[in-house]
């Protein structure tokens, strides 16, 4: 089985302060059965490069790891 868009558990955006999108990520949590229970996998990480060096991929980052800990996850 192979994941898809209806595997993406959450998904971020961070955009600057007039709305332009800088930064995203989507979460999925990882089926216990195949990895084990607590498990989650970042999916499709990405960062404009007009928005590369201003922390928007890093805050993207730390919001992933944050839902994912914050919804049982251990790795």
């Known amino acids: 089985m192979h ?3 209806a595997d ?3 998904f971020f955006v961070a ?3 007039s709305g332009e999108d800088m930064a995203c990520g989507g979460l999925r949590m990882v ?3 195949s990895l084990g229970p607590g498990v989650a996998e970042i999916k499709r990480m990405y960062a404009d490069p007009k928005g ?3 922390g928007a991929a890093a805050a993207i980052l730390n919001a992933l790891e944050s ?3 914050a919804h049982g996850a251990k790795s």
């Open 8 to 10: 993406v558990f959450a």
């Open 15 to 17: 955009r600057d302060a």
């Open 3 to 5: 994941p898809s868009a």
């Open 67 to 69: 839902h994912a800990a």
């Open 31 to 33: 089926d216990e059965n």
């Open 52 to 54: 590369r060096g201003n």
